[in-house]
């Protein structure tokens, strides 16, 4: 099993995250993670500022997003940034991609939530299309392209690895259909997840966030799902916490079920939290 560490996106002082980057590149893990959020109250960077911020003070970890909503983007201008960030991590690159839940801020981008999974294919399709194509020619339904040409391409060939998130079911199959591997978000419950990647191929890649604490913090953990989800009563039902044992104890379930990767995301006092994950957490289930 491979653990990864969210990126802690709400500080406000780059100090802070370098010494979180560097001391995540001396423990057991194997990647660092940044989350999508847009638009919100909670003051949260933004995802890939953040991992090209990243790629600059690591050299070991790779970096992942989960997930971007590439229906909301322009995906030319998405390709761009993304091969950019690859080149510039020398290609450490995971990229995450999800339709969304909610249409709720389309107007605000100037979109209308009709035809949006077409939409979201097609930006896919031309994201995948200008990193191993030389000149791309496309009549979509939302898009026309004409000979177009992206430089530089991604170090990894043919692209940075494609990791679909989404808890319905068409989403499960887009995953299994166009993806690399399938991440279930931390606002997911356990149960429902587990009844989810029933719906993979058994040696599809799985992975999962994890909102945890150690510890005896549930108020702690429904005081951050109340200003980043405005939701404080989803801790209950989302959230581990507990003993170190209680901890490994879900993460093991998680194994047994098939999940190959786990993104542990403390989401207060993340420096003393990832390095008692690692100390006495990650050795009870490795």
């Known amino acids: 099993m491979e653990f990864a560490i969210a990126i802690p996106q709400t500080y406000s002082d780059p100090a802070r995250i370098q010494k979180f980057l560097r001391r995540a590149e001396e423990l057991p893990l194997i990647a660092a993670w940044g989350i999508e959020q847009v638009i919100g109250t909670a003051s949260v960077l933004e995802a890939v500022t953040t991992l090209t911020y990243a790629a600059a003070v690591t050299k070991r970890l790779r970096l992942g997003i989960a997930v971007l909503l590439i229906a909301q983007r322009n995906p030319i201008d998405l390709a761009k940034a993304l091969s950019s960030l690859d080149v510039l991590s020398n290609g450490r690159l995971i990229v995450g991609v999800g339709l969304g839940a909610s249409t709720q801020y389309y107007p605000a981008y100037g979109l209308t939530p009709e035809g949006r999974v077409t939409r979201f294919r097609e930006n896919l399709e031309i994201m995948k299309r ?157």
């Open 130 to 286: 200008l990193w191993t194509e030389d000149k791309v020619t496309l009549n979509g339904r939302f898009s026309h392209l004409e000979n177009i040409s992206m430089q530089p391409k991604p170090v990894q060939r043919p692209h940075p690895p494609i990791w679909f998130g989404g808890h319905a079911e068409a989403a499960l199959r887009r995953a299994a259909e166009l993806g690399d591997g399938y991440i279930g978000a931390g606002s997911t419950p356990m149960d429902a997840f587990l009844k989810d990647i029933k719906q993979l191929p058994a040696d599809f890649p799985k992975a999962k966030r994890l909102y945890l604490a150690l510890g005896d913090n549930l108020s702690r953990l429904r005081e951050w799902f109340g200003a980043f989800y405005h939701k404080p009563e989803l801790a209950d039902q989302v959230a581990v916490w507990g003993s170190p044992q209680q901890i490994a104890d879900q993460i093991v379930r998680l194994r047994d079920a098939g999940v190959n990767y786990i993104l542990l995301n403390p989401v207060f006092d993340e420096e003393a939290q990832m390095e008692r994950l690692c100390q006495d957490v990650l050795p009870r289930v490795m």
